[in-house]
């Protein structure tokens, strides 16, 4: 089946589960509960089902009979694996009734191992003792360490950034679109026609999830579904070769990241913030941008450093 087949099915047989998704989560009473350092608009979130990222991870079930190869199940793992530390997560906060989920050091290391079976598996593809990772149509050799150093560091940055930038309706799957668009168009090129397969559906069960997701959204993806869809664009990259291309496909996340620890860093060293609050998106909201507004734009945004990172690989 063709990736444009996978993405057509997925996409209907998911647009038609969502709202038997939604009935069952509010009969489990999994509910979003809004963060309490969070802009005061954000009150009437609470209640709204969440986990429907489960979604994401009923199309990596899915699509397993057409990944073909081990590149392919390596980013299906990658992203059921960060999908299960989020669904613990999301558990643990549905289960106490207030936004606190796991132990930010149990998270963390639950990740790290998450990291390093991705980037063990990735070791396997080797043929030599050195990987080739390109960017900008260079093709740059580095030693089998470094790309494991590279790899672990890529999947757990990537998959947090997603997750911080998971505050507003919409944003998170939005802004995933286009960097997923581009690793396809990649894994196009390079004849990896079982990662295409695997992006594509993923893709299909996100652009399903928007309809329900947007603003107003009717169901929250929780960390089950950022986790997962960081997963995915983090280990595309991996396989791919173009992990080094990551931050810039994916400058959005990354400058979300960026401003939380500028908000840090800043307050501790000087008592002062550098932004109204963080993550950025908090920030123009604070500035007293309608949430939709500071959505769209960030959609544009992320479109725009997905145009710049598929021009610079042509």
């Not at 997962?228 to 280990?235: K, N």
């Not at 998106?281 to 544009?300: A, K, N, Y």
Request: aromatic share 10%; net charge positive.
């Amino acid at each position: 089946m063709s990736a444009l087949w996978i993405f057509a099915v997925v996409f209907l047989v998911g647009a038609v589960s969502v709202r038997p998704l939604i009935a069952l989560l509010r009969s489990l009473e999994y509910h979003q509960y809004a963060y309490e350092d969070a802009p005061s608009t954000h009150a009437v979130k609470t209640g709204t089902p969440t986990m429907g990222g489960l979604l994401f991870l009923l199309a990596l079930v899915a699509v397993i009979p057409f990944a073909h190869d081990r590149f392919a199940l390596t980013v299906i793992v990658a992203g059921l694996g960060c999908g299960v530390v989020g669904f613990l997560d999301d558990l643990v906060k549905v289960r106490g009734g207030r936004n606190r989920g796991l132990r930010a050091r149990v998270k963390f290391l639950a990740s790290i191992v998450v990291a390093l079976l991705v980037a063990l598996s990735a070791i396997g593809f080797s043929h030599g003792a050195n990987f080739v990772l390109q960017a900008m149509s260079l093709h740059l050799f580095v030693p089998t360490a470094w790309f494991f150093v590279l790899a672990v560091l890529a999947l757990i940055a990537t998959t947090h950034s997603v997750n911080l930038t998971d505050g507003l309706d919409g944003l998170a799957g939005g802004c995933i679109v286009p960097p997923l668009l581009v690793t396809a168009w990649w894994a196009y090129r390079a004849g990896m026609f079982g990662v295409l397969n695997v992006d594509a559906a993923v893709l299909a069960a996100v652009c399903a999830f928007l309809i329900y997701n947007r603003y107003p959204a009717k169901i929250m993806m929780g960390d089950v579904g950022s986790l997962a869809l960081g997963g995915v664009l983090a280990a595309t990259t991996i396989v791919l070769g173009n992990v080094l291309l990551l931050p810039l496909i994916g400058g959005v996340f990354v400058a979300e990241t960026l401003s939380v620890i500028i908000q840090v860093s800043s307050f501790k060293r000087t008592g002062k913030r550098i932004f109204r609050m963080s993550p950025l998106h908090h920030h123009f909201e604070l500035g007293g941008m309608p949430e939709r507004t500071v959505t769209h734009r960030f959609w544009i945004a992320s479109t725009l450093f997905a145009l710049v990172g598929t021009a610079v690989t042509r």
